[in-house]
């Protein structure tokens, strides 16, 4: 919204500064302010945890009035695990519409909402959140921890996954199909690595290689659509203590604003940090930092103890969006190091199951991981913090290796 009233804003005052007069546009020059990245996402963020602070107290109490409390897994299915959250029985669950909803509202009103790269988000980040309202809502209806069975969530997160991964390949602004050779090396479409080096939208990247690693063509649209649906489902495994998936969201959602800000300005990702930029990227920044501030005004009502959980209509919804951003900023490989904590807590699962099957053996007292740390005896919030700890700092070497060479 904000945008296009610079954009008129802007056509009105170059106008008059043809004709040489001074009319509406020159006393409201501040509106000169909305053509910059910086100040939108900013903003966005502000009025994300604004409508998160504000509309947070409201949704907890309409969820209460509706009975969606959580329904907890019981003693005979995790045993001691069940004494320590057994406090956590009935608090309410699908948060999570806080957050999508504080998310869209903000990149509505301080994004390009046409953008690719923010409309291509916005709409993963809105359809995984449906998924996981159905699924949320499967679990309070039937008062089991079981939601809608995994082969039927697997299936519809690839869908929508596979869905995201065409659009970004075949959207020229992005992939730079359908453009010219010129256009490409004036970075008007698609990417660009090094100066005067244009790289497609199959190609993988990682800031530790000056030139792109591998050119998997067609074949990068099944692999986008296991990055986002494997971020999906490890954002939803690691949401399973107070704030735990809140607070690593926030700081990967931040490295990843950082990342499509610098890879949307020429000389600091071409001749600098020698990262993929495209013309377009840098909007993306508005609608990760709408994700910060909702993350931060969640966080608020979802800290120990939780008057609140995102559910799954919040943990799928984040991870899409996480994953989408990493695909459109060409990072998708630095999102092992950037989202470690989600990387781990999705590992630790894995190993777990493969080990039991093999060897008949645990490695962990129980997965996630998180509460494998429970059960030797920390206490939940050390636990979360952290993890919030370790989260920020693998954000903060993520975005180091930008410049390490």
């Avoid at 991964?165 to 090094?194: C, D, M, N, T, W």
């Avoid at 001749?271 to 005004?297: K, Q, R, S, T």
């Amino acid at each position: 919204m904000l945008p296009a009233i610079y954009d008129f804003w802007f056509q009105t005052f170059e106008a008059e500064k043809a004709a040489g007069i001074e009319g509406w546009a020159h006393t409201f020059s501040f509106l000169n302010l909305f053509q910059y990245i910086t100040f939108r996402a900013a903003s966005a963020g502000l009025l994300a945890f604004l409508l998160s602070l504000t509309f947070g107290p409201r949704v907890i109490r309409k969820l209460i009035s509706l009975k969606v409390g959580q329904p907890i897994r019981t003693a005979d299915e995790v045993h001691k695990l069940a004494e320590l959250h057994g406090g956590k029985l009935g608090t309410p669950t699908m948060g999570g519409v806080l957050i999508v909803g504080s998310v869209l509202i903000s990149t509505l009103v301080f994004a390009r909402p046409l953008n690719p790269f923010v409309a291509v988000c916005a709409c993963t980040m809105s359809a995984c959140a449906l998924l996981g309202l159905c699924d949320d809502y499967k679990k309070v209806k039937e008062k089991k921890s079981d939601g809608v069975s995994g082969r039927a969530k697997l299936f519809w997160q690839f869908f929508i996954a596979l869905v995201a991964a065409s659009f970004i390949y075949f959207k020229p602004e992005i992939s730079g199909v359908g453009a010219s050779a010129e256009q490409l090396a004036a970075g008007e479409a698609g990417f660009r690595l090094g100066v005067g080096n244009p790289i497609g939208i199959g190609s993988i990247c990682f800031p530790l290689f000056k030139t792109a690693l591998v050119n998997l063509h067609w074949l990068v649209i099944p692999f986008f659509a296991i990055v986002i649906v494997g971020c999906s489902n490890a954002v939803n495994l690691t949401d399973g203590l107070d704030g735990l998936a809140t607070g690593c969201t926030i700081s990967t959602a931040l490295a990843y604003a950082l990342l499509a800000y610098l890879a949307g300005h020429y000389f600091m990702a071409v001749e600098y940090l020698v990262i993929p930029h495209n013309l377009y990227i840098g909007e993306l920044a508005v609608f990760l930092m709408a994700l910060v501030g909702a993350g931060f005004g969640f966080l608020w009502f979802n800290c120990h103890p939780a008057k609140v959980f995102m559910g799954d209509t919040g943990s799928l919804a984040i991870g899409g969006a996480l994953g989408s951003a990493a695909i459109c900023t060409k990072q998708e490989l630095l999102l092992v190091i950037i989202g470690g904590v989600f990387v781990m807590e999705a590992m630790s699962v894995i190993l777990q199951v493969a080990s039991f099957k093999t060897r008949g053996k645990r490695i962990f007292k129980m997965s996630p991981i998180h509460h494998h740390f429970e059960l030797l005896g920390w206490h939940e919030n050390q636990v979360i913090i952290r993890f919030w700890t370790l989260s920020i700092m693998l954000a903060m070497f993520g975005v180091a290796l930008l410049k390490i060479l």
